[in-house]
Every structure is written in structure tokens, then in C-alpha cells.
């Protein structure tokens, strides 16, 4: 219990020869800090809103469907209805499955698309309501060896990025003290808190203002490593950063600004992206134009004559296509094509490759382009309708090489507009 003892007074006073060392560094001029803590714009920290989280990390498969197609949903109600009468379970489960078996082949694309352009609207609209707000990019910490503040990732960043800014002792310390200030009546609440809960006999509950003294540091260093953070003001939609700064999460108080170094954010790979808005197609393509429907990937099980298709492998194809509506103004010699149909008059095919950053994100999902093929089959134009960015960029890369059989209109060749799915997955 000496021995103990001993090492702890040892220990306190080496705590308070560096915290006095520290306060005497924080006297120095730190013309890069901000000089009283501002409070940040009356905005708040975006990243906050649950309806953002939403849209950064959407549902998948029949889930998406659910939420964002509302001809899915006026389907399923009605396949509902439709088998409500059949009391027993296997047979209503499997009348359900031949049901949307039926439906699926006609109507998947249709509900993808659908749901795709709503989901898309719904990110845009989102951002014209929080234009001039703030947005999470990552939390921080201070590398003592390489005197650097070290920003890395958080999960609710609309942005993948991990940088260091080269910052010296006093003004670290500086920022810090501006911290406490800011936290310094729930630093001591959470540290007498911790204090009274010491166990009976213990060295805490025994010497309890030492106990104080040391709990104070360590809590104090925890607030700062989880309300730190830095944030950046500009235009998602445009995956603009105009302005940066280091705050407070729980008060939105600037402790630094950052601007000088937005520059570190320009090779960032954006996961909060936009694609063009069309307006959702309101029933499928002719029949006679669609080709036969390839697998899709489906929670509820598709019919089969011998079995259900319950063990049905699903999300592999990457290939199809969903007839995502088109702007309408299309040249007399332009031919609106469904997905599918192209998939087929493709004779020469580049799969896309799975970024490496993408996998290690474990970042998977469908991208959706929107393409122009010309008169002799090359791809003209093609752009993002929606999708992760660092997965629509190695999408974009291989589907320029993709060469199609020229389509025929009355006889002589006619550019295509069509749309492409490539779907990335962690299975395959």
C-alpha cells in the first residue's frame, strides 16, 4: 500500500509540473487561433440530423423499394390484399411469391428507377434546406511527436478524408484552453460524479480531492477527443468545401479556423452525392421493346414451377439496366431504349474494377448512369444519375470502353439513350 502511495504522489506531481509547464505555453501568441470563442453560425451541424443519416446510409433491396418506390408499395398492398383470404401459411407464402414473381419481371426495373429519382430528390431537396449549414468531416487528436492535429474520418462525414495539420505546442494548448472554458462545468460535473462512485476502501474514496485532481485530466482529455471535431461549410450537392474549422460538436463553437488547408480535402472521395433529377417513369415500357428479364434481387422469394426461389442468389448482375426516365427533348435521329435491351447489344464489355477503398469501407450498392450511345456503338455521353461516388468513378471508367451492336431506326443506324445499373458486391 506504500509502494502504492508513493507512486501516486509521484505521479500527481509530475501531473502538475506539466499541467503548470502547459498553462505557461498557452501565454504565447497563437495568431492562427481564433481569439475568444466564437460561437459558429446560428446553422447547426447537419451531420446531426437523423433525416442525413438517412440519406447518407440508405436502405438496401426490397427495404429501398419500400421506402422510396411508391408503385412497389401500392403493389405490395395489393398482393397483400390479394392473399389475406388464403388461410393456410405455406400456401399464402407461396401464392405471395407467384404473385411478386409476376410482378418482378415486369415491374422491377420500373420500381428501381422509381425509387432511385425519389431518393435522389429527396437528397436534393434535403440539401436546398441546409445550403449555408455545416458538416461533420472528422474527429481530431494531437500527435505530440510530429506536433500535428490529426483529422480522421467519422462515420457521419459526407466525405472520405484523413489529413494532418501541422500545429505547435502553444497552440494546441491554446485551443484547449478554449475548450475548457467552454466545458469546464460539465468537466467538473462528470469528474465529482466519478469521484462519488469510488468503492468503499479504495485509494479514490480515501484520498478523494487527489482522486479529483487526476480523474479532472482524464476526463477533460476524453471531452476533448469526442466533442472536437472539425466541420466544413460549402455545397454538398456540388462537393464544394468552401470554409473549415475546428469546433466544438455539442456548443458549434469555432476554436480554430482552417481555411488554409480545404486544400487537403480536394482528392477526398465524396459518399453524400447527387445525380441528375428526372421525373419517375408512371408505367413500365411497351412490352414488345423488353427483353426477357434477367434475376433480380428480391427478400420476397420469385415463383418457379418446381420449387420456391427462396435460395435464389441475388445482386450479382451487373449488367442490367433500369429504364430511368430520360429528359424528354431527344434529336429525331436519338432513340429512347430500355436498359435491358442494350445489355444485350453489348459485344464488347470492360467490368469495372472494386475500388480498394471501397472494399476496405466494406461500400457496396448499385450505380446508376445515364448513357448516349452513337451511331457506330461507342458510349458519347454518360453521366452519374446516382451511386457512391468512389464506386461511380471505377463505374464510369470501364463502361466508356464498352462497345454495342449499332441500333437500327428504320433501317440506318440511331444514337441510343439509355441508362446503365452496375452493381458493386462485397459477395462477389
Not at 389475406?84 to 411478386?100: F, N, T, V, Y
Not at 466544438?248 to 486544400?263: C, F, G, K, M, Q
Amino acid at each position: 500500500m506504500t509502494h502504492r502511495m508513493l507512486a501516486t504522489t509521484f505521479a500527481f506531481l509530475f501531473v502538475i509540473c506539466g499541467v503548470a509547464r502547459g498553462r505557461t505555453q498557452t501565454i504565447q501568441t497563437a495568431q492562427t487561433v481564433v481569439d475568444a470563442a466564437t460561437p459558429a453560425r446560428a446553422q447547426r451541424i447537419l451531420t446531426k440530423d437523423p433525416e442525413y443519416m438517412k440519406l447518407l446510409v440508405p436502405p438496401l433491396g426490397n427495404d429501398f423499394l419500400q421506402i422510396y418506390s411508391q408503385g412497389y408499395r401500392e403493389k405490395s398492398a395489393e398482393i397483400e390484399a390479394r392473399v389475406a383470404d388464403i388461410s393456410d401459411e405455406s400456401l399464402r407464402s407461396r401464392a405471395r411469391s407467384d404473385e411478386w414473381g409476376r410482378v418482378l419481371k415486369k415491374d422491377q426495373d420500373r420500381f428501381t428507377n422509381e425509387a432511385e429519382v425519389t431518393f435522389n430528390q429527396a437528397r436534393v431537396s434535403f440539401l436546398e434546406k441546409h445550403q449555408e449549414a455545416l458538416f461533420e468531416i472528422g474527429r481530431v487528436s494531437y500527435d505530440e511527436t510530429n506536433t500535428s492535429l490529426v483529422v480522421q474520418t467519422s462515420p457521419a462525414a459526407p466525405v472520405e478524408a484523413n489529413f494532418r495539420v501541422l500545429m505547435k505546442g502553444p497552440t494546441i494548448n491554446q485551443i484547449y484552453e478554449m475548450f475548457h472554458q467552454i466545458a469546464g462545468k460539465n468537466i467538473d460535473q462528470k469528474t465529482r460524479e466519478y469521484v462519488s462512485k469510488a468503492e468503499v476502501g479504495s485509494i479514490c474514496a480515501k484520498n478523494p480531492d487527489l482522486c479529483y485532481k487526476f480523474g479532472k485530466e482524464d476526463i477533460e482529455r476524453n471531452l476533448r477527443s469526442e466533442r472536437m471535431v472539425v466541420v466544413a461549410q460549402g455545397d454538398l450537392g456540388e462537393k464544394r468545401i468552401d470554409r473549415l474549422f475546428l469546433v466544438d460538436y455539442d456548443t458549434e463553437t469555432v476554436l480554430l479556423d482552417l481555411r488554409a488547408h480545404i486544400s487537403a480535402l480536394k482528392s477526398a472521395a465524396w459518399r453524400f452525392t447527387v445525380g441528375v433529377v428526372a421525373t419517375a417513369p408512371t408505367k413500365p415500357p411497351p412490352a414488345e421493346t423488353q427483353a426477357p428479364p434477367t434475376a433480380v434481387a428480391s427478400t420476397e422469394p420469385a415463383p418457379s414451377s418446381d420449387q420456391h426461389l427462396e435460395d435464389a442468389k441475388s445482386g450479382n448482375a451487373v449488367e442490367s439496366a433500369p429504364d430511368t426516365p430520360i429528359p424528354a427533348s431527344i434529336p429525331p435521329t436519338r432513340i429512347r431504349v430500355p436498359g435491358k435491351v442494350t445489355a444485350s447489344s453489348i459485344v464488347n464489355r470492360v467490368n469495372p474494377q472494386y475500388p480498394p477503398q471501397a472494399r476496405a469501407g466494406h461500400v457496396q450498392g448499385e450505380v446508376f448512369l445515364h448513357a448516349i450511345i452513337d451511331k457506330e456503338g461507342k458510349i458519347s455521353e454518360l453521366q452519374v444519375l446516382s451511386g457512391d461516388d468512389v464506386l461511380a468513378k471505377s463505374a464510369l471508367e470501364a463502361v466508356r470502353q464498352w462497345r454495342y451492336k449499332p441500333m437500327l431506326l428504320d433501317g440506318e443506324p440511331a444514337e441510343v439513350d439509355t441508362t446503365i445499373t452496375i452493381t458493386f458486391s462485397l459477395s462477389d
